[in-house]
């Protein structure tokens, strides 16, 4: 729980850095509009994470997240999704790593949503 805060914490600060750095319209000479990408792919990071963590507690649900393994252990799961998550701010917020910003972002959402949506199809529910 505690990695989980750090995170989340980070994450806001983040966040919130480059919403205090944007003037009307735009961020560092990005449109605003361009951030909501990353915006989306970090809150679907976030709700497979408490997904994720939520298997341990069904016997009947199995992880298909091979890097996982089939029922994970919970610092596992924490120590994976926090990197994720630490990846996706820098991804975001470093100008050197922008240029692989579209990339990373669409397949976040489209991998992400996928897992997602598999999770809630087997009743797993969204949230901490």
Known sequence: MKVFICVICFYILILGYMDAEASERDWMGIP???HAPAVVAGGLILADWSQTLKI???PDSQE??????????RGDVNR???????????????P?????KNFWNSYQIGITYD????????????GF
Do not use: E, W
């Open 80 to 94: 994976y999704f926090a990197m994720k998550m630490i990846g996706h701010v820098l991804v975001n917020a470093v």
């Open 56 to 58: 341990r507690d069904k």
């Open 96 to 100: 050197i790593c922008r240029k692989f």
């Open 115 to 126: 897992a997602v949506k598999g999770n809630l199809k087997a009743g797993l529910s969204i």
């Open 64 to 73: 298909t997240n091979r890097q996982l393994g089939k029922q994970p252990k």
């Open 32 to 34: 605003v509009d361009f």
